[in-house]
Each structure stands twice: as C-alpha cells, then as structure tokens.
C-alpha cells in the first residue's frame, strides 16, 4: 500500500513482513486517495476490513470502503477526526482517538494516527494505522474511576520507584502541596521539601526520620506499610503513610504508594471521645463518692427519725412539753432532709429517661419567692437571717412554670443554708441587672466556692465541700430544669463575700 520507488521499505517481502507484524498486533493499515473532483477512496489491509466490520475475502470498491468509515464516525468524534485529518493534509503526523460505531461490535474506541504527502500526479495522499483500543480506553476510566474515588479519601497520592529516585503523583488536593512538589521528580528532594514546608516545626524531626530512605527497608522488612500522624502547616492533623507494592528477590522494596491525608475531623472525634471517657471516669468516681456520701445521708435522718419516735413514745412525764416539741422539730427535720435526697434522685432519674415535664402559665413571681423562702428557712442554720426583696409589686406576672421557678429557688436556698453558719442569706428579684430579663439572685455570706470549681458545681454528683451533707445532684437538677425554661443559672464570680447563684429569665 501506497508503494513508490524510492522508498524500498513498500517493496518485496519487506512489506509483507511489515503486515504480519500489525496483524499480529490487531493494527489495521489504511491508505487514502483524495483526487480533485472525485469521490475519496480508501484501500485497506486484511485487519483494517476486520476493524470496519467488513469481510476480507469479499471484494469492496476503495469508495465503498472509505464510507464505511467515515459513516462510522460518532458525531461528537466529528470535529476532531476533521482536525486531524488537517493535519495530515499538510504534511504533519498526527494520531487521534475517537469513538466509532461498529455494524458489528457497536461503539468502539479507535486510534488513528498518519501521515499525509503528494503524489507524482498531484492526488493527496493519506496513509496511516488504525486499532481498536477499547479495551485500554475502559481499563483507563477504571483506573480514573478508582483514583477520583481514592481522592475523595486522601489528600495526596504518589507512586514512588526507590531505585530510580523518583515519584509520580496521582492525587494532589493539597494546593499547597502542589506548590513545593511538583507532579513528578526526584523523590529524595520532594520528601525534603516535605519535611520542611508541609509539617509543624515540632513535627519535623519526626518526618525526617519517617522519610529517611536509608532506613525505609529495615523498618518495611517484615511490614507492608507503616505511617506516621502528624502536625501540619496548612492542615491541623495529617497522616503520611508508605504502602509496599512489590519486592525484590531480597525482600528490599523496589516500588511503593504514599498516601497523605487529612485526619483532622478524626483527631476532633477521638479527642472528643477521650474528653468524654475521661469525664465519665470522673462522674464514676464522683458518683461512687456520692453514694458513699447518700448512704451517710440517708442513714442520719432515718436514725434521727427512729431515735425521737421512740423518746416520744416514752411513757407520760417522761419529758416536758418543750423537749417533745424540740423533738418532733428534729423528726420534722429530718423528714425533709430525706425527703429533699429522694426527690433530687428522682428529679434526676426523670430528666434523664425524658419524663421532665413543664407546665407554662402566668403567676405572681414574688409569691412563688416568698413561699421558696418559707419552705428553705426550717434549713437556715443558727441565727442566720433569711429574706426576700423584689422591685417589682405583688401583681407583677410572669409565664412559666410556677413549680419548677420554685424548686430551683429551694434548692438554691436550702444550698446556700448548708454553707452559711452566720449572716444572711438573701432572695432578690431584679428587672434592671439584666436588661429585657427577669434576675433572681440568692446571695450568701457562707464559706463561697473555691476558685476553679465555678463550672464542676453544676455537674451530676459535683460537690464544692465534701463535708456538707447533700447528694451532689441539687445544681445538676436545677441547670436542667431552668433549660427546660428556657432559662438561664450562673454563678456570679465576682461576689467575693459568701456565693451568688443567679437565675435569668
């Protein structure tokens, strides 16, 4: 095909060889004659027929031929089969893929490179290969399948040859990676570059020593991959990992897959997780003291209970009139000290199964203070004073839950008892300490919290002194119940005299 005199490669047994060569490599070989005022022709070996779907023991016109292919031609394939073809018109070589409806096969992927040249009599001629890559074409989009799926998971992804020194890179999502490694190179410098510019100055030493070639084989000797966390400089978190793909006859690694990738929501996660166990090592052991704590508790008031039942059970005249009514105080005492430990447990066993249960409506705040005050004041110890003040007048309403408003004012106030020995414990309503909202304070001139603990105290089983009686539980019930509110308790840090617990509503 397209034989001419000077060029002894066309002529005799050479050519035939030649086609051998190309059938055995499923390499059709076409020949195209473009002849002012004639329709192209086109004249074909035996494989390139095959690839056309034509038989090559049957006779076909060169015409037939050449629009049997050019028909073929998918039509978004159009436009760079022209371009190419162009090209060779002008005396370049060109090769181009596209995509070709086989009668047979149905869509293929051919490649298709040649040459065009003038003939002694002028006619262009056209003369080139043509094979079916299909196969390479679908093993490509496999490959590019699998490395966009691998870039959703890794940041950067290299293949490294260790004898040549070099790397390719696949995946590079890192625009400040790609800055100071390039596509492909020398991989001894990329992996400096690596070390000096990608990773936290504290993490460096430890990179180099990861990336250290000298060493790569013994530590990969009986591993297939190792990896290393570290600090990044445009990233929080990062994990650098070498992973082998094939060994020598020694065992030494010839080829290997680095992959980089950003680990920084897993490091939130595990150090959200290691908070949360600590915590619950914490509240474990708080709570195990807690009930160490209840036991003594429980214990106290009930034999309280049974001690003073059984003296006023004595006979008559066994004790006066102001001894038994000083004993039924201490049984009365003793009741709502047992009482207050059960409830805050039950409280607390039904917020956390979601049984808590608020019931909004209107009512007269200083009402529900001073009925608070009341209930609190049989705790107060010794001489201190107990009062409420408020700046609003006994109509004033609110809307929320009067129950709730008052269980936390109790136990606010009952808390400020168990620490205050001497002065005053004072309820105050504001409408000017927090603009817009409602302030209720309990004001103390106790023993205070100690500096450090302004945030534990209102965690389950978190007592400021171990010493006063209580299950730990009575700030924990009133946060979670002021939230239900909608509300807000904080302690104010800045009273320095005693505690000063607020609630904003």
């Known amino acids: 095909m397209g034989q001419t005199a000077n060029n002894p490669i066309r002529n005799g047994m050479q050519i ?3 086609m051998e060569v190309l059938d055995s490599a499923s390499m059709g070989v076409w020949r195209v004659t473009l002849r002012e005022g004639k329709k192209p022709r086109e004249s074909a070996s035996p494989k390139m027929l095959e690839l056309l779907g034509l038989e090559h023991d ?16 998918c039509p978004e394939a159009q436009e760079s089969v022209n371009r190419s ?4 018109m002008e005396g370049k070589f060109d090769e181009n893929t596209y995509r070709w409806n086989h009668p047979k096969w149905g869509i293929r992927y051919m490649r298709c490179g040649g040459v065009g040249y003038k003939d002694k009599d002028g006619n262009q001629i056209l003369e080139g290969y043509h094979y079916d890559v299909t196969r ?4 490509h989009e496999q490959d590019q399948l699998i490395v966009n799926s691998l870039a959703d998971s890794f940041g950067g992804l290299f293949y490294i040859d260790l004898l040549a020194n070099h790397y390719t890179s696949y995946v590079n999502n890192m625009p400040h990676i790609a800055r100071f490694i390039p596509k492909e190179g020398s991989l001894s410098a990329a992996l400096e570059n690596f070390a000096n510019y990608m990773c ?7 990179i180099r020593n990861f990336v250290d070639l000298a060493t790569l084989n013994e530590r990969l000797r009986h591993r297939d991959s190792i990896s290393v966390q570290f600090r990044g400089t445009t990233i929080e978190y990062a994990e650098f990992a070498f992973i082998v793909c094939d060994r020598d006859t020694d065992g030494s690694v010839l080829h290997l897959v ?3 990738k950003n680990i920084t929501a ?7 997780m290691l908070a949360k166990l600590r915590e619950n090592i914490e509240e474990n052991k708080a709570k195990t003291v807690m009930l160490q704590n209840m036991t003594h508790e429980i214990r106290t008031p009930l034999n309280a209970l049974y001690g003073f039942s059984q003296l006023l059970c004595m006979p008559d005249g066994s004790y006066t009139e102001d001894e038994k009514s000083e004993f039924y105080s201490y049984i009365y005492n003793s009741f709502n000290m047992l009482s207050m430990i059960v409830d805050d447990v039950l409280d607390l066993t039904d917020v956390e199964h979601g049984n808590y249960r608020v019931q909004m409506a209107r009512f007269a705040i200083n009402r529900v203070c001073r009925d608070a005050v009341q209930m609190a004041e049989l705790r107060k110890q010794g001489r201190v004073r107990m009062y409420f003040t408020s700046e609003v007048t006994d109509d004033y309403q609110v809307e929320s839950d009067s129950r709730r408003i008052q269980q936390i004012l109790v136990n606010l106030l009952v808390n400020a008892c168990k620490h205050t020995i001497q002065g005053e414990i004072h309820l105050h309503l504001s409408t000017t300490e927090t603009p817009g909202h409602i302030t209720l304070s309990v004001t103390d001139t106790g023993e205070g919290i100690p500096v450090g603990q302004s945030k534990e105290i209102f965690k389950r089983y978190k007592k400021a002194n171990h ?8 700030l924990h019930i009133c946060c979670t119940i002021a939230k239900k509110l909608g509300a807000e308790i904080k302690l104010d840090e800045s009273y320095t005299n005693g505690a000063r617990f607020l609630m904003i509503l």
């Open 16 to 18: 035939g060889k030649i």
């Open 58 to 73: 049957r006779e076909y016109t060169e015409e037939f031929i050449y629009q049997t292919w050019v028909a073929g031609i």
């Open 85 to 88: 073809v162009a090209k060779m």
């Open 136 to 139: 390479y074409v679908a093993q």
């Open 200 to 206: 936290n100055p504290d993490d460096r030493g430890l």
């Open 258 to 260: 680095a992959t980089l």
């Open 266 to 272: 897993q490091k939130h996660e595990e150090q959200k």
């Open 467 to 474: 010493l006063v009686q209580g299950s730990g539980l009575g």
